[in-house]
Nanobody, 124 residues
Framework: QVRLVESGGGLVQAGGSLRLSCTAS????????MGWHRQTPGKQRGLVAT???????????NYADSVKGRFSISRDKASNTVYLELNNVKPEDTGVYYC??????????????WGQGTQVTVSS
């Protein structure tokens, strides 16, 4: 019903940049928000950044304190794609980055949907 396809992960040196993308497809009637979370070894999955879709909060972004000023989230509403620009990356940014979609499906209710994850590794 919903498919999230992520791309852009890889190996990058500390101080470098990387761009992740995630495209949502399927029987989506309305999107509330899309975002990125990451899971680092030994830790729970946590928020990196989100961007709102709905009228009244359209385009509003939210970032984890650890990435403010370095990461930037953006989107292309026409293609239901969200991007995460990672700049000045640090070794502690290493982890699996998961795309998240909060949406209402056609004929259904609201729900959270997740991508398969993309690995980002930052070398020092």
């Amino acid at each position: 019903q919903v498919r999230l396809v992520e791309s852009g992960g890889g190996l990058v040196q500390a101080g470098g940049s990387l761009r992740l993308s995630c495209t949502a497809s399927g029987t989506i009637q309305m999107i509330n928000a899309m975002g990125w979370h990451r899971q680092t070894p030994g830790k729970q999955r946590g928020l990196v950044a989100t961007i709102m879709w709905l009228v009244g909060a359209d385009g509003v972004t939210n970032y984890a304190d650890s990435v403010k000023g370095r990461f930037s989230i953006s989107r292309d509403k026409a293609s239901n794609t969200v991007y995460l620009e990672l700049n000045n990356v640090k070794p502690e940014d290493t982890g699996v980055y998961y795309c998240q979609l909060y949406a209402q499906l056609t004929g259904g209710g609201w729900g959270d949907y997740w991508g398969q994850g993309t690995q980002v590794t930052v070398s020092s």
